[in-house]
T-cell receptor
Framework: DGGITQSPKYLFRKEGQNVTLSCEQN?????MYWYRQDPGQGLRLIYY???????QKGDIAEGYSVSREKKESFPLTVTSAQKNPTAFYLC???????????FGQGTRLTVV | SQQGEEDPQALSIQEGENATMNCSYK?????LQWYRQNSGRGLVHLIL?????REKHSGRLRVTLDTSKKSSSLLITASRAADTASYFC????????????FGAGTRLFVKA
């Protein structure tokens, strides 16, 4: 996982609640990403940020929000507008285009 | 958006055998990357091949790239039980600079 810390590892959310997933990196990478993975499926891009104070929507941004106030941190908020939030969430970073990505160990979110 | 996919979806081999998995994509690329994911964990980068390269080696891994066919293959030689994992291909978008992870991956099971 190379210096990317995701927390918590497991998270339970009640219906109608917002929850925030943490992603912190000490790699000094500019770009950070959030992906969602459903069982037996691939990764879908939620949001990405290439620089502090800037971020872009990915393929499935609806019901999610992010911020990038510091280079080291890219928290993801799963809002009550996300109808089916139960999934495995992965944060990643890279130094820029055409470089390898480094992934955190993921947060498994379950709606109860 | 679905940029490509891996095949086969699943592969079961005996320890010591070679494993080959393929990736097809739809758009022009600058590079193609292969990642490995152990169950319930983050992805780990294996190898990156640039669009002007045709073959690349790293230890027991051999990757080929055919840009005319928009396809790549990953060969793992002399497989070990520890190679059991899911394997994904990915690339950087030519514009926007974000990484797209393709498909649901190939699930490799190596029997001891």
């Amino acid at each position: 996982d190379g210096g990317i810390t995701q927390s918590p590892k497991y998270l339970f959310r009640k219906e109608g609640q917002n929850v925030t997933l943490s992603c912190e990196q000490n790699l000094n990478h500019d770009a950070m990403y959030w992906y969602r993975q459903d069982p037996g499926q691939g990764l879908r891009l939620i949001y990405y940020s290439q620089i502090v104070n800037d971020f872009q929507k990915g393929d499935i941004a609806e019901g999610y929000s992010v911020s990038r106030e510091k280079k080291e941190s890219f928290p993801l908020t799963v809002t009550s507008a996300q109808k089916n939030p139960t999934a495995f969430y992965l944060c990643a970073t890279d130094r820029g285009p055409n470089t390898e990505a480094f992934f955190g160990q993921g947060t498994r979110l379950t709606v109860v | 958006s679905q940029q490509g996919e891996e095949d086969p979806q699943a592969l079961s081999i005996q320890e010591g055998e070679n494993a080959t998995m393929n990736c097809s994509y739809k758009t022009s690329i600058n590079n193609l990357q292969w990642y490995r994911q152990n169950s319930g964990r983050g992805l780990v980068h294996l190898i990156l091949i640039r669009s002007n390269e045709r073959e690349k080696h790293s230890g027991r891994l051999r990757v080929t790239l055919d840009t005319s066919k928009k396809s790549s293959s990953l060969l793992i030689t002399a497989s070990r039980a520890a190679d059991t994992a899911s394997y994904f291909c990915a690339t950087d978008a030519r514009t926007g600079g974000f990484k797209t992870i393709f498909g649901a991956g190939t699930r490799l099971f190596v029997k001891a």
